[in-house]
């Protein structure tokens, strides 16, 4: 039988918009943004976002326009509905990801900030 998995995921305008421009500035057309969770369970996950050109054999990939999303099998289940935002604040902007089945684990951080998930990308 085959073990088929659906991936929900949902990215603010906000976020579509500077994912494409940070993708742009970086003149590598195969860069996709990766989301993934460290540390994860006892409904807590800790999330990560870096920009990726490889993707590997168990990746779920998303289609976006302008840009790709890569998500591996262990991180599925807690990226699964989850909501990436982009926001602007007096000490600069970040990416955030909230998902209503998990609490963010400590230390999380949007590029650099706190809440939400780090994407890594220094894009700002």
């Given at each position: 039988m ?63 326009p ?8 262990d ?28 609490a ?16 890594g990308c220094?894009?700002?």
């Amino acid at each position: 039988m085959i073990e088929t998995q659906v991936l929900v995921l949902n990215i603010t305008d906000e976020a579509r918009d500077k994912v494409r421009d940070i993708i742009a500035a970086r003149s590598e057309p195969d860069l996709a943004l990766r989301v993934f969770a460290q540390g994860a369970g006892e409904n807590l996950a800790r999330y990560g976002m870096t920009l990726d050109g490889d993707q590997l054999a168990d990746d779920t990939v998303m289609d976006f326009p302008g840009f790709r999303v890569f998500v591996d099998r262990d991180s599925m289940e807690y990226v699964h509905d989850s909501e990436i935002g982009f926001q602007e604040s007096l000490m600069g902007g970040g990416f955030t990801l909230q998902n209503p089945h998990y609490a963010q684990a400590p230390a999380g951080g949007c590029c650099g900030g706190s809440g939400g998930g780090g994407c890594g990308c220094q894009g700002h």
